[in-house]
């Protein structure tokens, strides 16, 4: 029996049309976001795997409509998503092959239910993205879409029952991991007329738009780059709390997520000035030991808990 066999087994997946609808979303995850999947399979409790993969699927199908194609195709598109995924809620059912595992995962997971509208109000904020002009509309912008989005997947990862310090915690950890993500894009979205770092915070290390878009390599751009990721870190440590809020057997997942994260934060510090060439990540090495080291202690805490 292979593992994900087992997940489906243990997640009371029985209905052979829906394992199959779960089965193809893990083929499209693992295709799309390859770390993630796996790391999900090694880390967690096989009864949460195919439900954390129906998030992300679900997450990934939302994503791909926000950022494929002219403006204008794109919201009509997701327009459409929006009017589907929010009448499955609705109904209990749907038709879409896509949307069956993740409307199950919602049935198993109610905290989900009041999240999706949340997350769906606030996606469009990522399709009309202009830029922050300052750090005040980069925090709106959290609160408004990241954040939301993020819970989708993290609330599998969370306590049962009040989730408010969880989700409290989770804010701070993606407040760095946001930013992180955004420094590590840098040369990739304004290649695409996105700038993510604050105007403000340009403007208070006398730097243009046009000095990051050509390269720039001077004193004034790796001090904004050096306080973008001195900021990111700072907060990083704070966020590393939300682990310790998650149920023991979710820790190594959500301890590797922030580690990762801490791995991709130095690997971009170590070379300012590719951030304005190419996108940073943590080292593959790195990445793999500490995967190693998370699954070891999974097993250790399923070994433990008798399972």
């Not at 880390?43 to 195919?50: C, G």
């Not at 993205?129 to 993290?154: H, I, K, N, R, W």
């Not at 760095?176 to 700038?195: H, M, N, T, W």
């Not at 973008?228 to 907060?235: C, G, K, N, S």
Request: charged share 25%.
């Amino acid at each position: 029996m292979s593992g994900w066999t087992r997940a489906l087994d243990a997640a009371g997946i029985t209905d052979p049309l829906l394992r199959d609808d779960y089965t193809r979303q893990r083929q499209q995850v693992t295709r799309y976001r390859r770390e993630a999947a796996l790391a999900a399979q090694l880390l967690l409790p096989a009864r949460l795997v195919p439900h954390v993969i129906a998030a992300t699927a679900y997450m990934n199908r939302t994503d791909t409509l926000l950022d494929s194609g002219p403006p204008e195709g794109r919201r009509a598109a997701y327009a459409q998503w929006e009017g589907e995924v929010e009448q499955a809620l609705a109904t209990g059912e749907t038709d879409r092959t896509e949307l069956r595992p993740f409307l199950h995962t919602v049935r198993a997971h109610p905290a989900l239910r009041a999240l999706v509208p949340e997350h769906l109000a606030g996606a469009l904020a990522d399709l009309d993205f202009p830029g922050f002009a300052t750090e005040a509309d980069y925090q709106v912008y959290l609160d408004t879409y990241a954040l939301p989005a993020f819970m989708v997947v993290a609330t599998l990862l969370g306590p049962s029952g009040d989730q408010d310090a969880y989700r409290a915690a989770c804010r701070t950890y993606l407040d760095a991991a946001q930013r992180i993500d955004f420094l590590a894009d840098l040369a990739e979205d304004l290649a695409d007329g996105r700038l993510t770092i604050p105007q403000e915070a340009l403007d208070q290390h006398g730097v243009t738009r046009a000095d990051l878009e050509r390269g720039a390599d001077r004193p004034a751009v790796r001090a904004l780059l050096t306080a973008q990721l001195d900021h990111a870190d700072r907060t990083l440590a704070e966020g590393r709390a939300v682990i310790g809020l998650a149920p023991p057997a979710h820790r190594p997942m959500v301890r590797c997520m922030v580690a990762l994260d801490a791995l991709t934060s130095r690997a971009a510090r170590a070379d300012l000035p590719a951030l304005l060439r190419r996108p940073a990540g943590p080292p593959k090495g790195a990445a793999l030991r500490l995967l190693a080291r998370e699954y070891l202690r999974a097993r250790r805490v399923r070994g433990a808990a008798g399972g």
